[in-house]
């Protein structure tokens, strides 16, 4: 069995998808967040949901993930990405805190110990401060004042430690210290990588990122002075185009799937081995995202329009089966 180690996902759903596909995972496998895995991205909800409902998957909390638990009992304000967040969430918001809120602040693997932030040296996991072991800006204060030089060279545990929360390298490659510190996060929601690790062989494994997303939805949100987008009703005709979008993207998976599954070796693939197969072929864009919600058994008329967004769109793909 194995454990596929994420960092920093923050709300960027299709690249987590697409490193799920890459590291070619079986059933039984497990899948771990690092944390911070909500805000600035297009698909926090999605991304909330798929560690909340999914079998074998897990995550800590982030210092983002905090912020919304401590918001809910008024000790602190959310800043902007938490804002945005909540509009993403709607009616569902308290009941994602809820969730959030209860999530562990570390967890010690057979082969390493996983936290979102930092490790005070010294100290036993259970005796480690929250805001240190989170990475909040407490925790950097209290670094800061405590120690010289970065956490990561005071660490001497008997496990190797794994991390989240900051791009030690600013760049799309994870930062490992002398083969015991692993830094996974490698700002996906910024242009660069999602990066995983996987356990027990501490294989790395990364997929690009779609672009700065963090700064495209900033500007779908954020916009003091403009008002906001009109919200576009869905006609009795438009639903109609929605259904045929629906049956549309079922046929082509399954043209797809039929296709795959008549490759010599396609049936002796794992599960996600299989996905990776079927994202290659079936390409990028609105129907192949369509396609893929198809292939997972997730799709239906009212995820297809949550993906299509407006008729206009929908009538687009129908007419020229992007």
């Known amino acids: 069995m194995q454990t596929l180690v994420i960092g920093d996902i923050h709300g960027?759903?299709?690249?987590?998808?697409?490193?799920?596909?890459?590291?070619?995972?079986?059933?039984?496998?497990?899948?771990?967040?690092?944390?911070?895995?909500?805000?600035?991205?297009?698909?926090?909800?999605?991304?909330?949901?798929?560690?909340?409902h999914t079998p074998n998957a897990r995550a800590l909390m982030g210092n983002h993930e905090r912020k919304h638990a401590r918001a809910a009992r008024h000790e602190v304000k959310l800043a902007i990405s938490q804002h945005i967040s909540r509009q993403q969430f709607g009616e569902h918001y308290q009941d994602a805190v809820s969730w959030i809120s209860g999530l562990p602040l570390f967890l010690e693997l057979p082969e390493?110990?996983?936290?979102?932030?930092?490790?005070?040296?010294?100290?036993?996991?259970?005796?480690?401060?929250?805001?240190?072991?989170?990475?909040?800006?407490?925790?950097?204060?209290?670094?800061?004042?405590?120690?010289e030089r970065p956490w990561y060279e005071y660490e001497h545990g008997e496990k190797p430690v794994i991390v989240g929360h900051h791009n030690y390298t600013d760049s799309d490659q994870p930062f490992i210290y002398q083969g015991r510190i692993f830094g996974l996060d490698t700002d996906c929601v910024h242009g660069k990588t999602l990066t995983g690790l996987l356990l027990p062989s501490f294989k790395i494994v990364s997929v690009p990122s779609r672009g700065?997303?963090?700064?495209?939805?900033?500007?779908?949100?954020?916009?003091?002075?403009?008002?906001?987008?009109?919200?576009?009703?869905?006609?009795?005709?438009?639903?109609?185009?929605?259904?045929?979008?629906?049956?549309?993207a079922r046929s082509a998976n399954q043209t797809l799937l039929t296709r795959l599954q008549q490759e010599p070796g396609f049936?002796?693939?794992?599960?996600?081995?299989?996905?990776?197969?079927?994202?290659?072929?079936?390409?990028?864009?609105?129907?192949a995202s369509l396609m893929q919600l198809a292939r997972l058994g997730r799709l239906d008329a009212e995820s297809a329009r949550k993906i299509a967004k407006e008729p206009d769109i929908a009538r687009k793909l129908l007419g020229n089966g992007e």
């Not at 944390?35 to 991205?41: K, N, P, Q, T």
């Not at 932030?117 to 800006?137: A, F, I, K, R, W």
């Open 267 to 287: 049936s002796k693939l794992t599960p996600r081995q299989q996905g990776k197969r079927y994202t290659e072929n079936a390409g990028t864009g609105i129907f």
């Open 12 to 52: 960027c759903y299709f690249e987590l998808q697409a490193l799920l596909d890459k590291a070619g995972l079986s059933d039984g496998d497990t899948i771990i967040s690092l944390g911070d895995f909500v805000d600035r991205g297009p698909e926090t909800p999605q991304a909330l949901d798929f560690f909340r």
């Open 212 to 248: 700065d997303l963090w700064r495209q939805v900033r500007r779908t949100y954020n916009k003091p002075h403009s008002p906001p987008k009109p919200v576009i009703p869905w006609t009795t005709q438009d639903e109609l185009l929605l259904d045929k979008l629906v049956e549309q």
């Open 112 to 147: 390493a110990i996983l936290v979102h932030g930092y490790l005070e040296p010294g100290l036993p996991l259970d005796e480690q401060n929250p805001s240190v072991v989170c990475g909040t800006m407490g925790g950097d204060k209290i670094l800061r004042e405590h120690y």
